[in-house]
Structure formats: C-alpha cells, structure tokens
DNA sequence: ATTCTTGCAAAGCCTTTGCAACTGC
DNA sequence: GCAGTTGCAAAGGCTTTGCAAGAAT
C-alpha cells in the first residue's frame, strides 16, 4: 500500500549531510550512518529498530544496536525519517521525499495501509485555527482487520461451523 | 477541555460489576478494584498509571502498583477507560459514559485538549469502506503548543530580544 | 589535536508476571 | 473450600547512556 512518492530536489543523504553541517556543533558524517541511510531509502517498508539491525546484518552490513538507535534519533530529527507509536515500540517509515498520509493497521497480520485525506488536513487546520494551537505533527492510526484478515476469520468461522 | 458527557443508565461501578460477572470464568470485585473505579471516575482527568498510585495514595488509598496495573487492564477491557498511546508510557481517559472524541496534546505543558468532529468521523468510516477494513478503534492526536504556550513563548521571545 | 562517534554492557523506564498468602463468593 | 486477587520483587522488552577506544576534520 504505496502512495506515489513526492519529487525532492535532494537525496535523503544529501540532505541529511547538510542536517549534520548545520547543527550548532557540526556533526559527523560516518560510514556506518550513510549505510543506514542508503539502505532505508533503497526500500518503502515501515519498521522497527529491531528489525532494521537484522536486516542490515543479513544484507552483509556491520550495524551495532547502540549506533542504530543513535542514528534512528537523528534521522527524525533531520526530518528524513517519521515516527510512529505503535504498541511498546517505535516504528520508522520515510518522512522525507514522501507525501503526508495516515494510516490503517492491521492487528491481525501487522500490516500498514497508507492513506491521504484532504478531509482530515482540513479539519486539523480548521480545529488548530479554533483553539489557537499550533500543530507540530499529527498520527491517524486506524486500528482493525485488513480486508484479507477479515476473510480469513470468515472462512475460519464457517469451518468452525462444519 | 472537557466534553459534555454521554447520558448512561448504569454506574461505572455497576458495568464494571457486570463485566466482571459475564466472563467465561466469572471474577471478583474487591475492595481495591471498588476504590479504584470510584477514585478514578470522580474526576475527569488525563492519567497515567504512576499519578493514579501517587494521587490514590494522597487521598488515602491503599494501593499496590501491580494491582493497580492489572485493574487498569480489565477497566479498559471492560470498555470504562480508553487507552493513551503518548509518548513511552500509556495514558488513560474515561470510555464509559463520554463522547468519542479527539485530542490537541501541548508538548510544552502536557494539556489535553478535546474536540469532536463528524468530518473526522465520516471520513474514517468512508476510508475502511474503501478499504474494505474492519475498524476496532482509532488514535488522532495532534500535537504541538496550545495558544497558553505560544503566548508565554512570544513573551519570551520579545524579551530575548529586549 | 580536538571533538565526535562507536560499541559494549549496564542502567533506565514502564509494564507484566511467578508465587505464596489471602479473600470474595 | 475453591478459584480468583493481592503484593512483593524479579523479570521482560525497548531504548538510552557512561565510558574507553577509535575515527573524522
């Protein structure tokens, strides 16, 4: 469930490279955070930490789980990278170059479904406007039964049946 | 920012009760569980686990931590309270007996603030349509600095430059 | 050279859980 | 009296952090 992506002039690395130069105290650009970086980009999946440090240690990369989380913090704070809170952990999915969307998740299977709402960015900028409140970001999250699921227990249930 | 609430027959003592007696195996309503639906469905507030221990213990309660853990469990399950994914912890609100509604979160001094909105309502129905998804819940929390907030810091700021 | 990053293991934080004593029904 | 609840402390799961060694500018 992809939305096309938007076109930016920069690539995440790039601009992640001007992120660290603009910090009050430069920072670093190393080798194991442009890994990170080309290999979050190279995919559209959303993920967690765990998972990004077993995918990269399959894909033949060296990540330490210290770095990774580090890396994570700065990534967001670039604005290359999204948060999301979903149950006890955090989830990732790409922020820069990638429309604002919200989204559907499935409990079941885990699955993300993206969607955009013109409807919905209206009502928030009509109810910021009403309360005076100024909005740094919003989460959508739809929780329930992807279309799959809900056939699965369907078919589950009339076996039940039987 | 409180909502008017909802008209309800049944106390929130009197549906916790009934919950408790139609599970499978039937469970117990003690006196600690009695304490904590009064305590907490006296007040409307926004809470986390930690303030209700802390605010039950200055009022004169007695309560031990992994009680009050697994009573907020059955309370949300028994559809009283609704969970609060913020940030790592998680925070609870009255379920039972008020409208559903939406949240402002100011990240500078933590207030909640509620609205409804049809326009939202309608949209998440019309999306799982699309979708063909079975909604269980949803979460819409925007965050940023309520209009308090925001003056304080214009404040500041024009004082900065003084 | 200086200052930032890395990696390890340890600590932190919130929440859940094993178990023995206890209690509501 | 049986089955569920309590309370303690310990464990669990995720994330952050102190520190010494290493690397970037």
Redesign the interface.
Known sequence: MELPAVTVSQSPEAKFREYLASRPRPQRFTDQQRDMVRFIFSQHHHFDAEQLIDDMKRAGFQVSRATVYRTLNKLVDAGLLRRL???PRMYYEHDYGYPQH?H?H??QCGKM?E?Q?P??E???RE??R??????????????????EC?RARMTKRRLDLV
């Not at 989460?139 to 329930?144: A, H």
């Open positions: 809170e979903l149950g919200e559907l499935c409990e479904i969607f709402s409807a919905i209206a009502t928030l109810v910021c009403q309360h005076q409140f100024h909005a740094n970001g919003h989460t959508f999250i739809i929780r329930g039964t992807c279309a809900n």
